[in-house]
């Protein structure tokens, strides 16, 4: 019967060791593959690093650092975020990148791991001309991080980035306005050019129908009426001269003596 409950103990003892020994070779696997990882970076291999780092991950999938390396060995590999096949971004290896910074930026457990994320995540938006976006990253990794003098450099690199591309874009907006206004006066004078031209070709074409119908244009009646006017004038003017001379000759008749 003490043999029995000797050999219970045993068991009890060996079932309750095996766990700690399982986690213990899964932290060990774990470190062998994430410094597998870190020298294959070194030597610029980033493709194969990545490969080291996503076995640290298979063994560990919490590893905060494994994560973080593998993000950054999909930063060195390259490649633009933007793309216009969904396939495509999900395979991007920025993109793939961001994804795990902001998952570590949220839910690391360390400060200065979330620091490190939002300072990455910072760099990509500046590098993609996000100027606005890379200020509240470098400015959350300074909350968690207030020594990262790179973190506050690139801060006010930002900064200044920002200001000129508003600043770009004001000018841009304004100069869009003026030539809106400009064309505004130039369609303006064009209108008033055409109408004034439209306006002469209508009473050009009033003028050859009129012509052509044998009549005549207002200019026309007023010549015809004024010579007329002139013509009625010189004929009361001889008529006039005409009665005073017959006046004359009519008074020297009646004043001759006989």
Known sequence: MQRIK???????????????????????????????????????????????????????????????NLATALLMQGGNAAGDDEKDKENNPVNRAVKLLQDLSEHATQKSMRSKAHYDLGNISYASQQYQQAVDCYKKALRLDPSDDQARYNLRMAQLKLRDQQNQNKNQNQDKNQNKDKNKDQDKNNQD???????????????????????????????????????????QQRVNMEQAKQKQRERARTNRRW
């Open 193 to 235: 050019k055409q109408n004034q031209q439209d306006k002469k070709q209508q009473n050009n074409q009033e003028q050859n129908q009129q012509q052509q119908q044998g009549g005549m244009s207002q200019q026309n009646v007023e010549q015809v009426l004024q010579t007329m006017q002139n013509q009625e004038n010189a004929t």
């Open 6 to 68: 000797y050999v219970l103990m045993c068991l009890l003892v060996l079932l309750a060791s095996m766990p700690a020994q399982a986690v213990e070779k899964s932290v060990k696997k774990e470190r062998n593959h994430i410094r597998a990882g870190n020298a294959l970076f070194h030597a610029k291999r980033y493709a194969e690093a990545e490969v080291e780092y996503n076995k640290a991950l298979e063994v560990a999938p919490t590893s905060e650092a494994a994560k973080f």
